[in-house]
């Protein structure tokens, strides 16, 4: 029944039919075989005829999208140029026109061109800002390159070159090299910003090509001109009409980068640190946007013993930075940004170990607008509040020679000297770096307060731990009634003194003045613990950690408090904590040995005691630490 069913169903072709009527005709067996044969060739070409239409037709299809991709791609090529030519702003070298003697030499005027951009791109190199440079190319197009345009006989060079010059703000810089008496005489000009000539000899000839970039460069971006200028060959006099022309006259971008750094080079010129603060502030009152100002505020801030101002500064800062308006950081830059200020603001508070490492990257790799011995001096101050003074010492080998002259910058290789002395407790050769406050002030008699506020506390403590108190009072009482260390430094000395009311008078004042800083309640609370009234030193060292709870002193002063009160267990908590924070640290170490010994773990005292005795100790310390090791042998 299957397949009687499936006979019926099939559809029978006219060659079928013929053939059966052959065959119900009475034609022979083969006629009807030569007839089927030659119905089946022709349905094989008809299929095949069939299979050819279709593929033509997919072809077709595949043909018009294949076109209409390419036609999308030329026309986003088209577009991509076209927004690049209205966005673009750059500088484009022309050919120099030079004379027929020095192009048969081979100084053609595509040669002189190249040169100049070499040189332009060496000073783009060389000049350290975050600032964007402006790029320079040739006008001959890149690598000889051309691509025609289908039909047009136009290549894309062309076209960009065109769009460029229709939609574009590119300047266009060409030039000349003629004979004059002199030799030759090279002439650039910058578009419509300038021309200058420089001349001499022949043999000069390399010497004068590089003066005509720099003029070009000079003329073309002067905001860069200045930076290389003051950065890279010091010529703070030099760099500093140019900021102040840009910050006064330019356009809105030239004065919110300038007048920062405007301020900067007069600070530096006239090593006036006071006139560096004003003028920054002037800079804030004309754009408060302008971010790059509130670093170098901040640090001015902090030069001048104003603490609590300086951290507030760098909250501003912060907030401005990620507030949605400024212009001044690339969005793709705001990250690195902010690693910087909570770099700076630890330090201020405090959190030293917390971005040593960010800090150590930096002076490694450098940063875009800040000098290395910037990025050194600050990876020091960490490595010192963290008590890592073998790092110090380490980094401070590492700083250009030149700021070993203690008047040539106030903040440098002398004063962290002083810096590392007191931290050592090396209070004889503290004092002997003390000349170096005198040779500044007599460098730079404007900038009194700030020399004052780096050296006279470090030299004041080192004279009053040697019991030279007469000495001492004189040497910090010019320091300003407004500085947070200074104060500081007061209450120290009273202290040291036996003076207990005027050295609390000093700390509370202290207090007042940095309401967020943690440093007046840990020397307050040393004080406290060196009387004995360790009840009152515990709550000054709870404060302070309260303020900055990575800040490592506290928690040590708190733990020795414990120690007095015979409470080792509780020491050991504290001296862990603090141990986090600074790992490098010898007294810290030695303390936490006695707490393990007074606690009845001899072994474990040992390994701390070991670990002191690899460390920095001051003399009293490393006596101490002498006696337990000779008790526990």
């Known amino acids: 029944m299957a397949e009687e069913m499936s006979a019926e169903s099939a559809p029978l072709t006219d060659g079928a039919i013929a053939a059966t009527s052959l065959a119900l005709s009475g034609a022979s067996r083969a006629e009807a075989d030569a007839f089927l044969r030659d119905q089946r060739h022709h349905l094989h070409e008809q299929l095949k005829q069939i299979h050819l239409d279709i593929w033509e037709k997919w072809l077709g299809v595949f043909l018009r999208a294949a076109t209409a991709v390419v036609g999308v791609a030329a026309a986003g090529a088209v577009g991509f140029l076209v927004w690049g030519a209205a966005n673009s702003n750059g500088l484009r070298v022309e050919p120099f026109s030079v004379p027929p003697d020095l192009a048969q030499r081979g100084l053609t005027g595509q040669v002189v061109a190249a040169r100049v951009i070499d040189r332009l791109n060496q000073l783009q190199s060389q000049t350290n800002t975050a600032r964007p440079a402006r790029s320079y190319t040739n006008s001959w197009g890149g690598q000889g390159i ?111 980068w300038s007048y920062n750094m405007w301020a900067l080079a007069a600070q530096v010129q006239a090593g006036d640190t006071e006139l560096g603060l004003r003028m920054y502030r002037q800079a804030l009152d004309a754009d408060p946007e302008a971010i790059g100002v509130y670093s170098n505020l901040a640090s001015v801030l902090f030069n001048l013993g104003l603490w609590e101002d300086a951290v507030q500064s760098l909250k501003e800062s912060h907030a401005r930075l990620i507030d949605g308006k400024q212009r001044y950081t690339p969005a793709d830059r705001i990250a690195v940004s902010e690693k910087q200020i909570e770099s700076r603001a630890n330090q201020l508070t405090g959190a030293y170990h917390d971005t040593l490492a960010v800090e150590a990257q930096n002076a490694r790799t450098g940063l875009p607008g800040v000098p290395r011995k ?260």
């Open 374 to 633: 910037n990025l050194l001096t600050v990876l020091i101050q960490h490595q010192i509040g963290a008590h890592d003074l073998g790092a110090a010492r380490a980094t401070l080998a590492d700083f250009p020679a030149n700021l070993r002259d203690a008047g040539n910058n106030p903040v440098g290789a002398f004063r962290i000297d002083l810096m590392l002395a007191a931290a050592a407790e090396d209070w004889t050769r503290a004092l002997g770096l003390g000349d170096a406050m005198a040779a500044y002030l007599g460098a730079y008699p404007h900038d009194r307060r700030a020399a004052l506020v780096h050296f006279a506390p470090p030299l004041a403590i080192a004279q009053a731990h040697l019991g030279r108190f007469a000495d001492a009072e004189r040497t910090i009482a010019p320091t300003p009634a407004d500085c947070y260390p200074c104060m500081i430094m007061r209450g120290q000395i009273a202290a040291l003194e036996g003076q207990q009311a005027r050295a609390d008078w000093w700390f509370g004042r202290a207090v007042k003045a940095g309401p967020s800083l943690p440093f007046a309640f840990h020397q307050w609370g040393n004080a406290l613990l060196a009387r004995g009234q360790t009840d009152a030193a515990i709550e000054k060292f709870a404060i302070a950690n309260q303020k900055q709870p990575h800040f490592a002193d506290p928690l040590e002063g708190w733990g020795e408090a414990l120690m007095a009160q015979k409470h080792p267990d509780a020491a050991l908590e504290k001296f862990a904590e603090a141990d986090k924070y600074a790992p490098n640290w010898g007294r810290l170490h030695l303390k936490w040995g006695e707490a393990l010994a007074g606690a009845g773990k001899a072994d474990e005292a040992k390994k701390q005691f070991a670990r002191a005795a690899q460390l920095d100790l001051s003399r009293d310390d490393a006596a101490t630490l002498a006696r337990w090791r000779k008790a526990g042998n």
């Open 146 to 256: 051309k691509l025609e345009i289908p039909e047009t006989g136009i290549s894309l060079d062309e076209l960009d070159n065109w769009l460029r010059e229709k939609l574009g703000h590119e300047t266009h810089v060409s030039g000349e090299i003629v004979r004059s008496p002199a030799g030759l005489s090279v002439t650039a000009r910058a578009g419509n910003e300038g021309v200058e000539t420089v001349s001499g000899p022949d043999a000069d000839i390399d010497t004068l090509v590089g003066r005509a970039a720099e003029s070009i460069y000079r003329m073309t971006q002067p905001y860069r001109y200045a930076i290389y200028l003051m950065r890279h060959e010091g010529r703070y006099a030099d760099a500093l009409p140019i900021f102040r022309n840009l910050a006064l006259n330019g356009s809105s971008d030239d004065r919110l």
